[in-house]
């Protein structure tokens, strides 16, 4: 089989979608299976490469690799596979054009939301027609995988039937051991790419308004991405060179001791499809505080449970509040968050996949 996608994890932008498929077809790979991963080239890796038994091919840059797909599947390029699963990251690969093989369509969530934020009106006029008027029309009679209930209901808001939706959830990585305690100080982390819609100032400008009631406030930002500089400039703006640090990308060790030793994790994104960095910190007993509208973060996080949903941005710089000042609350949501994260396996969300695939098959 075939997975489109635009990105893989070793490409600097690469992200949860990404996590998310490779993590599947290393396991579909691992029963026998002949997967191959293809998305767009870039500096970081090999134009052809095998890894964990999943073979890799990058072809173009964001904007080509579309083209490229279609060119490689109509003349042969991706040698014999059974069918293709086509990741819609917002532009689709149409791949139910041109494929000779079933197409599956795995859409993480529907991105009516983000168009507006990452490109101008003209553009967001034209990808928000791509993706809500021509792909469902195209892939009418595709199987569809979902990653939440959420995304779920917004295709079928879309005309895409919900009887050919199966939703399967993001599985999680069992935590590394760390030694790191939590800091004796108030502490937030926010996890994920350093992109606009991920609205990371959000965070910045409630602990500017906190600080002073919260004497040693300090907040980690754990993630790379272009918008780095501008979150630079919004700390120097807020006079809080000695409250947050910018870390970039860390390494899988230094992530899970931010995430041990931080009182709450924060997910200020307009939309996430599911949110792995939610059940991610839960694994280490930190609850998350996110916004009730943005997508499948309503069910990684259960509200009241395992974390906090807010409905704006006044709810947010109240919800830390609460969350950094009130310790029997915020055990009580951590104990919850460890609960809850320990529902959701890769096992699972591999086996789950699998069977979408095999009836999809001819």
């Not at 969350?323 to 609350?329: A, F, G, I, P, S």
């Not at 320990?342 to 695939?357: E, I, K, Q, S, Y």
Request: net charge neutral; charged share 20%; with cysteine.
């Amino acid at each position: 089989m075939v997975f489109l996608n635009w990105r893989d994890l070793t490409n600097p932008e690469g992200g949860g979608s990404e996590l998310y498929v490779e993590t599947v077809a290393q396991r579909l790979a691992a029963t026998g299976e002949a997967v191959t991963v293809f998305c767009a080239a870039h500096a970081n890796a090999p134009r052809d490469e095998v890894k964990d038994g999943v073979r890799y091919l990058r072809r173009g840059n964001h904007l080509t690799v579309y083209l490229w797909a279609a060119l490689l599947g109509l003349f042969g390029g991706f040698g014999e596979h059974g069918l293709v699963v086509e990741v819609h990251n917002g532009v689709p690969f149409l791949a139910r054009q041109w494929s000779r093989r079933p197409v599956v369509e795995l859409v993480h969530h529907v991105h009516r939301e983000q168009w507006p934020v990452v490109f101008g009106p003209v553009g967001a006029r034209v990808g928000w027609w791509l993706e809500s008027w021509l792909a469902p029309r195209v892939n009418r009679r595709c199987s569809y995988v979902a990653v939440s209930d959420v995304t779920r209901d917004e295709l079928a808001g879309l005309g895409v039937d919900p009887a050919r939706v199966t939703v399967v959830h993001n599985g999680t990585t069992p935590p590394l051991p760390t030694t790191a305690a939590r800091t004796a100080h108030p502490s937030v982390v926010v996890l994920g790419r350093v992109v606009p819609h991920k609205r990371v100032e959000l965070v910045l400008q409630a602990a500017a308004a906190l600080r002073d009631a919260l004497p040693g406030l300090r907040v980690d930002v754990v993630g790379d991405g272009y918008w780095l500089p501008a979150l630079r400039d919004e700390v120097a703006r807020l006079g809080l060179a000695d409250v947050v640090t910018l870390h970039g990308r860390v390494d899988e060790q230094t992530k899970a001791d931010l995430l041990a030793r931080s009182w709450v994790h924060a997910v200020p994104s307009v939309k996430e499809g599911w949110g792995l960095s939610v059940v991610e910190a839960g694994t280490h007993s930190t609850p998350s505080i996110a916004f009730r509208a943005a997508g499948g973060l309503a069910e990684s996080i259960v509200d009241g449970t395992s974390g906090v949903l807010v409905d704006d941005e006044q709810g947010l710089q109240d919800g830390l509040r609460t969350l950094l000042t009130d310790t029997v609350e915020r055990e009580r949501l951590a104990l919850g968050a460890r609960r809850h994260a320990a529902r959701f396996t890769w096992a699972g969300t591999a086996t789950a996949f699998g069977a979408v695939l095999e009836a999809a098959r001819p």
